[in-house]
């Protein structure tokens, strides 16, 4: 059997080996619960908080404004719950059309409730426009909440500009950076965040465990109550996976982005071997200003699902939309935002990681063209060409 070559990193990635020995100790010797008094609980609080002093590095954030949530998807419901807690006299938020399913089922919870929701817009390549954004701002708006890059074709979004702009209105500005972190540099403080939320299992540490950022300066509201993490999020710490997510981050930290150019690099070979073999694609997304790991290309006529699973059978994975809607057998929400032909282009994603080979790309290459060919060919076949 060849090796698996994985190519869904923005689905999911795999946990690191030394994340994860970092994390065993904490399953037995180290089970102390943090909010105990005796030194064994006190211990494990300490290294919880040497986490939290390398996420707020990561983000430039003090160390109180870090939450630890149980996913991405918490993260988001909790911030933008808070928010409208705290302004119960307004009801108006901006949103895009392309956020992830946490952020819109919120958004259509809260329409249910009253409230009144803009969706901006996306063009061609996914991106919005700030005058679009200006002008739907009203007395009656209390919250922006945008992600920093998009998951499924990887569009990057002025998130420092939006920040003045919510600043400038006295707007909150929730950001979701569960595909960005570690991608793209964030300073919450530079590009006055309020809440930010990320995800472990992004970035080679657990599922399960998310991150929540709330600016100290604004009234929190919590979804979960309880008295941990400073009576903002209820609920014994989730330690192992907490000091798993720390190690992950402690290897962000030292690479400092620095993985980020070989990994463009690897992808737009890729794209360039891709463009010079098969005729007829189309890559989606903002080319010059995306995640240097995303690439969500269509091959004319080709079903990205048939080619997904002939993919599979090589024992190579990518995907064709966020991995969150995989199951449902709608168009990515994504794509349509954009305008996309899915009925002649229909993308896969391909999200590479550090761990990812030139060799890898190279094998990876090659079956793509055959597979692509193959299916044209039937194709042609069946239609009695
Ligand atoms: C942009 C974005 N936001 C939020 C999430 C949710 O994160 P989690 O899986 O930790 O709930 C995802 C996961 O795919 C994502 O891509």
Redesign the pocket.
């Known amino acids: 059997m060849i090796k698996k070559i994985y190519l869904d990193n923005?689905a999911t990635t795999e946990c690191n080996q030394e994340v994860l020995d970092t994390m065993i100790p904490y399953f037995k010797e180290q089970f102390g619960n943090p909010s105990s008094l005796y030194a064994f609980g006190k211990k494990v609080k300490e290294e919880i908080i040497k986490v939290r002093r390398n996420i707020s590095t990561l983000i430039n954030a003090d160390i109180e404004e870090i939450i630890f949530t149980s996913?991405?998807?918490e993260s988001?419901v909790t911030a933008i719950m808070s928010a409208v807690n705290q302004y119960p006299k307004k009801k108006h938020i901006i949103t895009t059309k392309v956020e992830?399913a946490?952020v819109l089922e919120t958004m259509k919870y809260l329409e249910e409730k009253g409230y009144s929701i803009t969706y901006l817009s996306v063009d061609s390549e996914g991106n919005i426009d700030l005058n679009e954004l200006k002008s739907v701002i009203t007395n009656d708006t209390l919250l922006i909440s945008i992600?920093v890059a998009n998951?499924e074709i990887g569009t990057i979004y002025p998130i420092k500009e939006i920040g003045k702009i919510a600043k400038q209105n006295n707007i909150l500005f929730h950001v979701?950076a569960?595909?960005a972190i570690g991608k793209i540099k964030i300073d919450v403080k530079e590009m006055n965040i309020d809440t930010l939320s990320f995800?472990g299992?992004k970035i080679n540490a657990p599922k399960g465990i998310?991150v929540l950022y709330v600016n100290k300066n604004i009234n929190f509201k919590p979804l979960i109550f309880g008295h941990q993490e400073n009576n903002r999020r209820g609920g014994t710490e989730n330690v192992p996976y907490i000091i798993g997510l720390g190690k992950a981050i402690e290897m962000i930290l030292e690479d400092n982005y620095e993985k980020n150019s070989k990994i463009a690099e690897l992808r737009d070979y890729m794209e360039s071997k891709i463009k010079e073999n098969i005729s007829d694609i189309r890559i989606y997304g903002n080319i010059e200003n995306r995640m240097s790991n995303t690439s969500s290309i269509a091959f004319k006529g080709v079903g990205a699902e048939e080619l997904l699973f002939v993919l599979e059978s090589y024992n190579i994975f990518v995907s064709t939309g966020?991995?969150?809607n995989s199951e449902i057998a709608e168009p990515s929400h994504v794509l349509v935002a954009c305008n996309a032909d899915l009925d002649n282009y229909s993308p896969i994603r391909i999200s590479s990681s550090k761990d990812n080979t030139k060799e890898e790309i190279d094998y990876f290459l090659d079956k793509l063209i055959k597979s692509v060919k193959m299916l044209r060919n039937l194709k042609e076949k069946k239609n009695g060409k």
């Open positions: 923005n996913s991405g998807s988001n992830h946490s992600m998951n979701d569960v595909q995800s299992h998310g966020s991995a969150c």
